[in-house]
């Protein structure tokens, strides 16, 4: 199945993209770029080669909420003229919200594309899915832009204060289960308005309160958390796609007896786990969607990368047994360790999980 996605460089785009090429025999990912809306010659190759295509593309912000509603209807034709100039009839899903019913420009667009896309597939007898969608979070959303969520994250980690302006309970969807959820209506052969199921509700001063936390605990001190279900996990995770990969420095106490070196604080469970790697060797190679995961390096030298799937930069940290410390490493960057000295390298691996039955986790991609 050939899957398009307008928007693919944007928030829940890129996540899509990526989530989709976790599954090579079952999608092939039809590239998408946001230039193609100015070319219509492109358009109209692209819309040619899909079986299915998720339209995310649209204005969010602007200080014009006309210039919005204009974009965002503006982009609904244009894929509409492309797919009748093409005589093509692929199964499109639309990114609608629950602003629908709101008295703003914004709202009223996504309804508006809605009404579009669902006339022409009445006109062409296609196939058609109308997703009405509550407030997405996840990591690498743009902050100021995308969601309230990102907002504060960044604002904490940069040292800023952020303000609540309206204390509401908002219903929230992580962009994962948003994921799932639009894969599992891949196979739909009706035209259809579905309301996305939220994954739970919370104020807004509540989800700032816990980024303090995290922030005091996790960001500042090292220590993993309390987390109580896979909320919070989505939660914290998206929290931590704030902060840069670093190293973090860990204490050593020495005395004749040895030495000793605390090397986690949690308020959590897990597994903890032992390597030993002979000089030269890499493990690793590896990413994933939702563990939390923590590397320390107990005796020997390892050189430690680190690279956010889609991107090219990688993020080189050489670590010393004699100089304890820490990795750790971020969900969708793909990781590894080497052994860069000359003597066996002993690793302690920490790492917790919510599991999921209906989600892998651990996926293989040279760094």
């Known amino acids: 199945m050939k899957i398009g ?23 092939e990912r039809v590239a998408f770029e946001d230039s193609y809306f100015d070319n219509l ?21 602007h200080e014009s909420q006309q210039v919005i509603y204009d974009t965002n209807i503006e982009l609904v034709q244009k894929l509409i003229q492309a797919m009748e100039l093409e005589n093509v009839r692929p199964h499109v899903l639309f990114s609608s919200s629950t602003q629908e019913t709101l008295d703003n420009l914004y709202g009223q667009s996504k309804l508006k594309g809605r009404q579009l896309l669902e ?61 799932r959820f639009i894969i599992n209506q891949f196979h739909n ?17 509540d989800i700032l309160f816990q980024f303090e936390q995290f922030k005091t605990i996790y960001y500042e001190r090292g220590i993993i958390p309390v987390l109580n279900d896979k909320n919070d996990i989505n939660l914290f995770n998206t929290f931590r796609s704030y902060i840069p990969p670093r190293l973090a420095s860990l204490v050593k106490h020495e005395d004749h007896r040895g030495v000793f070196v605390e090397t986690i604080k949690l308020g959590v469970g897990g597994q903890v786990s032992f390597s030993t790697t002979i000089s030269g060797i890499t493990r690793g190679n ?53 052994n860069i000295g000359d003597e066996e390298l002993y690793t302690q691996f920490w790492i917790n999980e919510w599991y999921d039955p209906e989600d892998g986790d651990t996926y293989f991609e040279i760094v």
């Open 5 to 27: 996605i307008t928007g693919q460089a944007g928030f829940v785009g890129t996540h899509l993209y990526n989530v989709l090429g976790l599954f090579p025999d079952l999608y």
């Open 286 to 338: 590896h990413y994933h969607t939702r563990k939390i995961e923590r590397f320390t390096v107990m005796k020997g030298k390892a050189l430690i990368q680190l690279r956010k799937i889609g991107t090219n930069e990688v993020f080189n940290f050489e670590l010393d047994g004699n100089l304890p410390s820490y990795v750790d490493m971020p969900v969708w960057f793909t990781h590894n360790i080497k």
């Open 119 to 179: 006339d022409w597939a009445k006109r062409n007898d296609a196939v058609f899915t109308g997703l009405v969608v509550p407030n997405v979070y996840g990591e690498f959303a743009r902050p100021n832009y995308n969601t309230f969520i990102a907002t504060f994250a960044y604002k904490l980690i940069n040292g800023e204060h952020p303000q609540v302006m309206v204390d509401n309970d908002v219903r929230l969807i992580y962009v994962g289960s948003l994921c």
């Open 189 to 205: 052969d009706k035209i259809s308005r579905i309301e996305v199921p939220f994954d739970f509700e919370r104020k807004v001063t």
């Open 41 to 61: 010659a492109l358009l109209r190759l692209f819309v040619k080669q899909c079986d299915v295509i998720v339209h995310l593309a649209a204005m969010n912000r």
